[in-house]
T-cell receptor
Framework: NAGVTQTPKFRILKIGQSMTLQCAQD?????MYWYRQDPGMGLKLIYY???????DKGEVPNGYNVSRSTTEDFPLRLELAAPSQTSVYFC????????????FGPGTRLTVT | GENVEQHPSTLSVQEGDSAVIKCTYS??????FPWYKQELGKGPQLIID?????GEKKDQRIAVTLNKTAKHFSLHITETQPEDSAVYFC?????????????FGKGTHLIIQP
């Protein structure tokens, strides 16, 4: 199993541009999550999904959108990128959510200038 | 919502000594407390977790203790080794049927001095 994969690893965006961060998992997990990690800070939840077709907002959803059309994929869309979105983005998955381990991808480092 | 405080932000110990990292949480309903280790350039990886019906859990050199009354939990690493150098995050969640993500502390940079 590849686990949780994320692409791209690095990206530089200009202010106002848009992009999609890709996340895929091959563990047949129902639950998937997007977090952002700012320097010296813990991870903050952006969006999560409990299964295909179901998504919900986390703590910091503004400026982002998600979709979940399959169990495997959970892309994160940035519209009109802003410098405040400069961060490292982590995708995670979990078999049944709640009291269970979340498996994290390697992250995407995004810089908006 | 939940708030997790983690101390210290940096911890330097001699190889072979013990390291202790402490966290407090605000939501008394939280019932799952994992600890993650993050190495440079990688995603966090679970090293140990504890549920609210247990006071202590051990796995070889690492242990976690939970005090529900005081709402704090701690990570203990004994006989530290160079490969223990990393950033460690505590987290908390209330799992009541929903799927909210974890609330993380700000992390502790553990440095093992040779």
């Amino acid at each position: 199993n590849a686990g949780v994969t994320q692409t791209p690893k690095f990206r530089i965006l200009k202010i106002g541009q848009s992009m999609t961060l890709q996340c895929a998992q091959d563990m047949n997990h129902n639950y998937m999550y997007w977090y952002r990690q700012d320097p010296g800070m813990g991870l903050k939840l952006i969006y999560y999904s409990v299964g295909a077709g179901i998504t919900d907002k986390g703590e910091v959803p503004n400026g982002y959108n998600v979709s979940r059309s399959t169990t495997e994929d959970f892309p994160l869309r940035l519209e009109l990128a802003a410098p405040s979105q400069t961060s490292v983005y982590f995708c995670a998955s979990s078999p049944i959510g709640g009291l269970n381990e979340q498996y994290f991808g390697p992250g995407t480092r995004l810089t908006v200038t | 919502g939940e708030n997790v405080e983690q101390h210290p932000s940096t911890l330097s110990v001699q190889e072979g000594d013990s390291a202790v990292i402490k966290c407090t949480y605000s939501d008394s309903a939280s019932n799952y407390f994992p600890w993650y280790k993050q190495e440079l350039g990688k995603g966090p990886q679970l090293i140990i977790d504890i549920r609210s019906n247990v006071g202590e859990k051990k796995d070889q050199r690492i242990a976690v203790t939970l005090n529900k009354t005081a709402k704090h939990f701690s990570l203990h690493i004994t006989e530290t080794q160079p490969e223990d150098s990393a950033v460690y995050f505590c987290a908390a969640i209330y799992s009541g049927g929903g799927a909210d993500g974890l609330t993380f502390g700000k992390g502790t940079h553990l440095i093992i001095q040779p």
